[in-house]
C-alpha cells in the first residue's frame, strides 16, 4: 500500500489502475465551475455549507449546498424513522413497548446536515466529464481512493482560498456525504480534515 501526504496529512492507497491525477483535475475542475456559479447566482445569500454528495459505491458525484435563506426558521430536526407517521399511527406505535422504543432510539439528523435535503442540490452540473471518467474507469473497490481524492481536492481549494468571500461564510461546512447517509465513516473522515472543530463536532454530536 502507497503512503502519499498532502499538506502534512497522510493518506494511503493501493496502487490501481486508475489515472488519479486526471481523476483530481477532472475533480477540481468541476468544483471550480460551481464555486463560479454559486458566485454568480446566489451572491445576495449566505452559504453555510458545500457538500460533495455520492453514491455509496462513488460511482457518480454531484455537489449541494446550503444557504441560511434556506433554513427553517424552527431548524426542525428531521427522524430517519418514523418521520411520515401520522397521529392515529404514532399512538399504535407508542402502545407496542418494542416498536416504540426503535422509534426513540431513531437516529435524527438536523436539516441543515443533510445535503440531499437542501433546496440546492444538484443545482450546479458540472460533474458530468468527473462521471463520464468514473463510468470508464471504475472498478472494485476503487471507492476509498476516489474518496480521498475528493477530500483533497476540497482541501486544496479550500487552501488557494477559492471559497473566500462572499456568499460563503468564513466557517464553512464541507464536506462529502452519501446520498442515503448522511453520517457514513466517509464523512467523518472528510469533517476531520476539512472542517473547524466546532462543524466536526456538531457533526459527531449525530453519529
Not at 449566505?46 to 460511482?59: L, R
Not at 480521498?148 to 461564510?169: T, Y
Request: overall charge negative.
Amino acid at each position: 500500500m502507497d503512503r502519499y501526504e498532502l499538506d502534512g496529512l497522510r493518506f494511503f492507497s493501493c496502487d490501481l489502475p486508475m489515472n488519479r491525477s486526471r481523476l483530481a483535475q477532472l475533480m477540481v475542475e468541476a468544483i471550480i465551475g460551481s464555486i463560479g456559479s454559486i458566485r454568480s447566482d446566489f451572491f445576495a445569500k449566505s452559504v453555510y455549507s458545500f457538500v460533495i454528495v455520492t453514491t455509496e459505491g462513488f460511482t457518480s458525484v454531484l455537489d449541494s449546498f446550503g444557504t441560511r435563506e434556506d433554513l427553517s426558521a424552527t431548524a426542525y430536526d428531521i427522524p430517519i424513522l418514523g418521520s411520515d407517521l401520522s397521529p392515529e399511527i404514532l399512538e399504535e406505535v407508542k402502545a407496542d413497548p418494542d416498536l416504540f422504543a426503535l422509534l426513540v432510539n431513531a437516529k435524527i439528523i438536523p436539516e441543515y446536515l443533510i445535503a440531499s435535503g437542501w433546496s440546492h442540490f444538484g443545482h450546479c452540473n458540472h460533474y458530468s466529464k468527473v462521471n463520464d471518467f468514473l463510468d470508464r474507469e471504475y472498478y472494485d473497490n476503487a471507492h476509498r481512493m476516489i474518496e480521498e481524492v475528493i477530500v483533497q481536492s476540497l482541501l486544496r481549494l479550500k487552501n488557494e482560498g477559492r471559497f473566500r468571500g462572499s456568499p460563503f461564510e468564513d466557517d464553512l461546512f464541507l464536506c462529502i456525504q452519501h446520498m442515503d447517509d448522511p453520517v457514513s465513516e466517509a464523512t467523518i473522515r472528510a469533517s476531520e480534515i476539512l472542517n473547524s472543530k466546532e462543524w466536526h463536532e456538531k457533526l459527531l454530536e449525530h453519529t
